[in-house]
């Protein structure tokens, strides 16, 4: 016998879900997401009181005892169930409630005979989804024996399997919750939307993965369906047999099954194939489409060119008999195709005698070879959403300029007509979402295979650690949006850490190869039990191994002093006597003294640490961390994402676990104290027998949508340790360096010093971007990002792509470079065009948007008064003539344009950060240039004329990138790191370097 349970999400039943959990070894139990919470046992008997579904399933697994083990018990069972439903959860009535449990159980471990029944569960239950009774525990005002029988309860494993998937959406609202509110986005109301009368389609092509933009589509779907009480339907779009695929269509529904959406019921397109064949011959002889041959290439010509066909004007008569062909799919049918006869004038190309049916000899997987012909979606997509009786039919805005066709079929074939509704197609950024694309890496070998958790695909964000419910509260925070943006990843993530950061259990583990031993005679070897989690005592406790070694990461060792008291988490403060190093300095082990009475954590470093005992073996574990596949943002339509591959988009540690991580399953979700949260995607698996070896737990890193950076155990002392580390390794590379004497004068700096600045700069700047740095720290090493690839295509005439190889000095060199004057206005409204599409995606106020525009704008007209060119994306700078040519290194040139600059955005009244920026910039330029010319640079001056002897201070490489190291490390560890060691600036080759500190040092 199965059984069916339906239970509200939103209000967990707990009593039921335990019953079920109890007896599933014995009975047959589905359990599933619905609007309200019922049990189906057949098509005639359905349960909706909570107490009745837990009484039955009781019942039906009567060897449990669950209900007790004789008429008294149950007589007392059925007291317990009453008293919580009617005490327990009624706030008024929770202190007097919890007063009588406790003292029904000042001498019992369970409430009714010697085992658990349902009296425990359903009691549990009641004070598990109660808010009050939370916060009295985490206050620790809880009478003791309560307290003592519900955190046993809740350490068996059906307590904590439960407790664990439902807790986050379980604090009735009769309790005092501690969370935050939740972030939810506006949902625009569906048009003539009714409760109970709302039918909504998930209609996906049966032809590959499902992926987190259809992902996003099923739960709008859902999202209207529950909250109107209405149907959804899941629909496969099978008009198309050349696609078509069985297999995909079960691995769709078990990808739907994995984001907990259960349609009401399932349909096929080609269920309703020979009503849509009869509607198309209607409109065949109502003169309403026509059979065409005009070869597709020549087709689409026409519909671009406005181009009528020959064979609109063909009688009804001809039309039928070449439908016929088509029917029939002989050679010469399989040349037509069945068009709408609509309007070719029309400014909507897809108004223009779109196509309907075509021919196709291929047979279908469900209906073979009955068919020769096939609709298109456009053509039928109206038909089934009419007559399935959808009511709302939910598309992205990129179906905008259809809208109007499925409005023209509805009337033209005269049936009933559904309401559209669009909202935002779901853009990430580093992310690509086409089916051929993804095939490609597959079958390539860059990746695993479809459930790779770099892909995008539903299977693959599960995989790495993504849960249905952050993807649910994603969605919800976007609502009804319409407006198309290019979002980070980090958003998404940000959400499901709201999700597992509550319920997620701390463990440990240190870097396999870098550990340091800790030596602590006074420490005994012992075992104690320590909260799994330090705000949730429902995650359980685990146990923690204390002895006279331990470990501890060698990062954290080197910033050990003698002397030092460190705290040990989850242990205590312990003093650090002695620091041995072998002779090359390394440390190679540390002596400790225990100080436990010392209870002041507030100015000591905090580690985590393992003890080194044959009692609790550490457990070897593989951490793999994941970056994008793609490394550009968002690739345009000229773009090869084959230029883009990210080679080392995986890397893999090695790392001593706690011994804890032995027992963890695929698919738990933990966190890595000072590392991170991890997903186990490989259980540990002891020495096998065959192969005589043991499996590591392999734990796959969750992004927290914090940062961007790789996890790391290492303190911020670590960081700043690891940043004097480089900057060393930097002044040790500078003999492999030319003197500075050999190269060439400021102006004509080698393209290669120039490439490895831009390649700085732009660390910086994802730096910036990842630790979440004020907006304009982040504009200024924008700008002069911008500013250094300007400088590098002014004089390599070359385009600045990642990794791309430097170019050949002497090419360079010889060539004429182009003026300031003349490639000016091409990058100016590039860098502003980066600029306005910059605050549309960060939804920046509406005044900085139009005043940006603005700008846009007038860049633009400036554009085209200087080159006779109306400026379009992603065009080739125009070629300058003769007669602009100029000295590319002129200073003078350089002040002008910046004051010009700044004039511009004091009278468009541009805000006040970018008119500051500018200034400062100005100020810099008129410093350089009196270095340059030994004069002040005055308005409207004469540019000097430069002397044979006049030379620029040379540039060098090596100066260049320790000073660019130098920013990047700055920027990092903010002013308060490196207050103590800034260099002294070089007058020409740090100008850059110099703006981007007084933006911080005002």
């Known amino acids: 016998m199965a059984l069916h349970l339906t239970i509200n999400s939103n209000n967990p039943p707990f009593g039921a879900l335990?019953?079920?959990?109890?007896?599933?070894?014995?009975?047959?139990?589905?359990?599933?997401?619905?609007?309200?919470?019922?049990?189906?046992?057949?098509?005639?008997?359905?349960?909706?009181?909570?107490?009745?579904?837990?009484?039955?399933?009781?019942?039906?697994?009567?060897?449990?005892?669950?209900?007790?083990?004789?008429?008294?018990?149950?007589?007392?069972?059925?007291?317990?169930?009453?008293?919580?439903?009617?005490?327990?959860?009624?706030?008024?009535?929770?202190?007097?409630?919890?007063?009588?449990?406790?003292?029904?159980?000042?001498?019992?471990?369970?409430?009714?005979?010697?085992?658990?029944?349902?009296?425990?569960?359903?009691?549990?239950?009641?004070?598990?989804?109660?808010?009050?009774?939370?916060?009295?525990?985490?206050?620790?005002?809880?009478?003791?024996?309560?307290?003592?029988?519900?955190?046993?309860?809740?350490?068996?494993?059906?307590?904590?399997?439960?407790?664990?998937?439902?807790?986050?959406?379980?604090?009735?609202?009769?309790?005092?919750?501690?969370?935050?509110?939740?972030?939810?986005?506006?949902?625009?109301?569906?048009?003539?939307?009714?409760?109970?009368?709302?039918?909504v389609r998930f209609p996906p092509e049966a032809s590959g993965y499902l992926h987190i933009g259809h992902a996003k589509a099923a739960l709008l779907n859902q999202h209207y369906q529950v909250n109107f009480k209405g149907k959804l339907i899941m629909r496969f779009d099978d008009t198309n047999p050349e696609k078509e695929k069985e297999d995909f269509e079960k691995v769709i529904l078990e990808d739907l099954s994995l984001l907990q959406i259960h349609p009401d019921q399932f349909t096929y397109t080609s269920d309703h194939f020979d009503l849509i064949l009869k509607l198309a011959e209607k409109m065949l002889h109502e003169d309403k489409a026509y059979i065409d041959?005009?070869?597709?290439?020549?087709?689409?010509?026409?519909?671009?060119?406005?181009?009528?066909?020959?064979?609109?004007?063909?009688?009804?008569?001809?039309?039928?008999?070449?439908?016929?062909?088509?029917?029939?799919?002989?050679?010469?049918?399989?040349?037509?195709?069945?068009?709408?006869?609509?309007?070719?004038?029309?400014?909507?190309?897809?108004?223009?005698?779109?196509?309907?049916?075509?021919?196709?000899?291929?047979?279908?997987?469900?209906?073979?070879?009955k068919y020769k012909v096939y609709p298109t979606y456009d053509f039928a997509c109206p038909i089934v959403d009419s007559v399935e009786g959808v009511s709302h039919a939910l598309r992205t805005t990129e179906y905008h300029d259809r809208d109007e066709q499925f409005y023209w079929f509805i009337e033209a074939l005269g049936i009933r007509k559904p309401h559209i509704w669009e909202y935002a197609r779901l853009n990430l950024n580093n992310t690509l979402?086409?089916?051929?694309?993804?095939?490609?890496?597959?079958?390539?070998?860059?990746v695993e295979g479809w459930d790779d958790p770099r892909f995008p695909t539903v299977r693959g964000v599960l995989r790495r650690g993504m849960t249905v419910e952050g993807l649910k509260q994603f969605i919800a925070a976007q609502g009804g949006s319409r407006s198309v943006v290019n979002m980070e990843w980090d958003k998404i993530w940000a959400f499901n850490k709201k999700v597992i950061d509550p319920v997620a259990p701390r463990y440990t583990a240190l870097l396999k190869d870098e550990v340091v031993p800790v030596n602590?005679?006074?420490?005994?070897?012992?075992?104690?039990?320590?909260?799994?989690?330090?705000?949730?005592?429902?995650?359980?406790?685990?146990?923690?191994?204390?002895?006279?070694?331990?470990?501890?990461?060698?990062?954290?060792?080197?910033?050990?002093?003698?002397?030092?008291?460190?705290?040990?988490?989850?242990?205590?403060?312990?003093?650090?006597?002695?620091?041995?190093r072998d002779a090359s300095g390394h440390i190679v082990s540390l002596d400790g003294q225990l100080n436990l009475e010392n209870r002041d954590y507030k100015k000591t470093t905090k580690i985590t640490w393992l003890t080194e005992t044959p009692r609790a073996p550490l457990v070897p574990t593989v951490c793999v961390i994941y970056d994008h596949l793609i490394t550009k943002p968002?690739?345009?339509?000229?773009?090869?994402?084959?230029?883009?591959?990210?080679?080392?988009?995986?890397?893999?540690?090695?790392?001593?676990?706690?011994?804890?991580?032995k027992d963890l399953k695929r698919g738990d979700i933990i966190q890595l104290q000072r590392r991170g949260f991890y997903i186990c995607d490989q259980p540990y698996e002891p020495i096998?027998?065959?192969?005589?070896?043991?499996?590591?737990?392999?734990?796959?890193?969750?992004?927290?949508?914090?940062?961007?950076?790789?996890?790391?155990?290492?303190?911020?002392?670590?960081?700043?340790?690891?940043?004097?580390?480089?900057?060393?390794?930097?002044?040790?590379?500078?003999?492999?360096?030319?003197a500075p004497s050999t190269l060439p004068p400021a102006g004509q700096e080698d393209p290669a010093a120039l490439l490895s600045r831009i390649t700085a700069q732009g660390e910086a700047v994802r730096d910036l971007k990842a630790k979440k740095a004020p907006k304009e720290e982040i504009d200024a090493a924008v700008k002069q990002l911008l500013a250094l690839k300007a400088e590098f295509k002014q004089k390599t005439g070359l385009d600045y792509k990642p990794d791309m190889a430097p170019p050949n000095p002497a090419a360079t060199q010889t060539a004429p470079a182009s003026s300031p004057a003349s490639s000016c206005p091409f990058e100016t409204v590039s860098q502003q065009g980066e600029l306005v599409r910059k605050l549309k995606t960060e939804k920046a106020p509406k005044d900085q948007i139009d005043a940006a525009v603005k700008q846009l704008l007038a860049l633009k007209a400036e554009f085209k008064q200087k080159t006779g060119l109306d400026y379009k994306p992603g065009m080739a700078p125009p070629s300058p003539t003769p007669t602009q040519t100029a000295p590319s290194s002129c200073p003078y040139e350089t002040v002008a344009q910046q004051g010009e600059l700044v004039r511009k955005l004091k009278t468009e009244k541009a805000p006040k950060d970018q008119i500051d920026a500018a200034v400062k910039q100005l100020l810099a330029l008129?410093?350089?240039?009196?270095?340059?010319?030994?004069?002040?640079?005055?308005?409207?001056?004469?540019?000097?004329?430069?002397?044979?002897?006049?030379t620029a201070p040379s540039s060098c490489p090596y100066e260049t990138v320790a000073q660019q190291g130098e920013l990047v490390r700055k920027l990092k560890h903010g002013p308060s790191h490196t207050d103590n060691f800034c260099p002294q600036p070089h007058p020409v080759t740090d100008r850059p370097r110099l703006q981007g500190e007084s933006s911080q040092h005002p």
């Open 18 to 199: 335990l019953a079920a959990e109890l007896v599933k070894s014995s009975v047959s139990v589905s359990v599933e997401e619905g609007k309200e919470t019922s049990m189906r046992v057949t098509d005639k008997v359905l349960f909706s009181d909570v107490n009745s579904i837990a009484r039955y399933l009781a019942r039906v697994a009567p060897a449990l005892g669950l209900y007790g083990s004789n008429l008294l018990e149950q007589t007392e069972v059925d007291h317990w169930l009453e008293f919580s439903a009617k005490r327990l959860s009624v706030p008024a009535q929770l202190d007097s409630a919890v007063q009588e449990l406790d003292s029904a159980l000042s001498l019992r471990t369970f409430l009714v005979g010697n085992s658990l029944t349902l009296a425990d569960l359903c009691a549990w239950a009641a004070l598990k989804g109660n808010g009050a009774w939370q916060q009295q525990l985490s206050q620790n005002r809880a009478p003791g024996h309560v307290k003592r029988w519900y955190s046993f309860l809740g350490t068996q494993a059906a307590f904590k399997s439960v407790g664990s998937k439902w807790a986050t959406t379980a604090v009735q609202q009769n309790g005092v919750s501690s969370e935050k509110k939740q972030d939810v986005g506006k949902f625009v109301e569906l048009p003539g939307a009714e409760i109970g009368k709302v039918v």
């Open 293 to 369: 041959n005009t070869p597709a290439e020549q087709m689409k010509q026409e519909r671009e060119q406005r181009i009528a066909s020959h064979n609109r004007s063909n009688s009804v008569e001809k039309n039928l008999q070449m439908w016929e062909e088509m029917k029939k799919g002989s050679e010469y049918g399989q040349t037509c195709c069945m068009r709408a006869k609509i309007d070719m004038n029309s400014n909507n190309g897809c108004l223009r005698d779109p196509t309907m049916y075509r021919c196709k000899n291929q047979p279908h997987p469900r209906t073979g070879s």
């Open 433 to 446: 979402l086409s089916k051929r694309k993804l095939t490609w890496f597959v079958d390539q070998g860059f």
């Open 520 to 580: 602590i005679p006074a420490a005994s070897e012992e075992c104690k039990e320590v909260a799994k989690h330090p705000k949730n005592a429902e995650v359980g406790v685990k146990p923690v191994w204390y002895g006279p070694r331990v470990l501890v990461e060698g990062g954290d060792a080197e910033t050990f002093k003698e002397g030092e008291t460190v705290t040990f988490i989850n242990w205590g403060n312990i003093v650090i006597t002695k620091i041995h």
């Open 634 to 661: 968002v690739l345009g339509k000229e773009d090869n994402f084959k230029d883009y591959i990210n080679k080392n988009s995986k890397i893999e540690e090695r790392m001593l676990g706690d011994p804890c991580l």
């Open 688 to 738: 096998s027998p065959n192969s005589c070896k043991e499996s590591p737990c392999v734990l796959l890193f969750i992004p927290d949508g914090h940062t961007k950076e790789m996890p790391t155990a290492g303190s911020k002392e670590k960081s700043k340790a690891e940043a004097s580390k480089k900057g060393v390794k930097v002044q040790a590379q500078s003999p492999s360096h030319p």
């Open 926 to 950: 008129k410093a350089e240039f009196k270095q340059k010319t030994g004069l002040d640079y005055k308005p409207g001056m004469a540019p000097p004329s430069p002397t044979p002897t006049q």
